[in-house]
């Protein structure tokens, strides 16, 4: 089954605690990217991936950091994460410039 | 630079009359389209997209759009609500060149009234 997963579902953690969510798509997939989704705010892409070793930051970078060593993963990393980055997240996949496939999304809690 | 804007943040019908929600955007080339619906605490899916074919586009679960250059919108419309639309709609561009990012509009939520 075509599908991108997020691991974990849910998460609460405390400032400054290192954390990885990880994404990880089975479609073969160029293109990849991170969004961060609030109330009144829609989907605001943080980072996103045309291929393997090409990265780019997307509309709210800040405090993120991602990696794409292989095609399939592409990981979310907050090296310090801060209250204000409790949100829901979200991982997606697609062809460049094609519609994309969501995985289930990530509930953050920052403390 | 890309931007996209969805002109109403909630939108209420009664089911069975007409749904309309309005997206305008502004691309610097010839952009991709998208319209996506999510549920409440579910994933998002993508009710139809727009790359340049045809101006009229049909999608899932009798939405359908109108690409309107001229007047840079992207409305969606569906004949007769049913309650099963009640959901968070979100319009999407993507420039077909230039840089390789999504823009997503603020959201328009749909209530069905019975």
């Known amino acids: 089954e075509a599908q991108v997963t997020q691991n974990p579902r849910y998460l609460i953690t405390v400032t400054g605690k290192k954390l990885t969510v990880t994404c990880s798509q089975n479609m073969n997939h160029e293109y990849m990217s991170w969004y961060r989704q609030d109330p009144g705010l829609g989907l605001r892409q943080i980072y996103y991936s045309m291929n393997v070793e090409v990265t780019d930051k997307g509309d709210v970078p800040e405090g993120y950091k991602v990696s794409r060593k292989e095609k399939r993963n592409f990981p979310l990393i907050l090296e310090s994460p801060s209250p204000n980055q409790t949100s829901l997240y979200f991982c997606a996949s697609s062809f460049l410039r094609d519609k994309q496939y969501f995985g289930p999304g990530t509930r953050l809690t920052v403390t | 630079a890309q931007s996209v804007t969805q002109l109403d943040s909630h939108v209420s019908v009664s089911e069975g009359t007409p749904v309309l929600l309005r997206c305008n955007y502004s691309s610097s080339y010839s952009p991709s389209l998208f319209w996506y619906v999510q549920h409440p605490n579910k994933g998002l899916q993508l009710l139809l997209k727009y790359t340049s074919a045809a101006t009229l586009v049909k999608g899932i679960n009798g939405f359908e759009a109108e690409f309107k250059k001229s007047e840079t919108s992207f409305h969606l419309t569906k004949p007769s609500a049913h309650m099963s639309d009640a959901a968070e709609y979100f319009c999407?561009?993507?420039?077909?060149?230039?840089?390789?990012?999504?823009?997503f509009g603020t959201g328009t939520r749909l209530k069905v009234l019975a």
């Open positions: 999407v561009v993507s420039d077909q060149t230039g840089t390789y990012k999504y823009i």
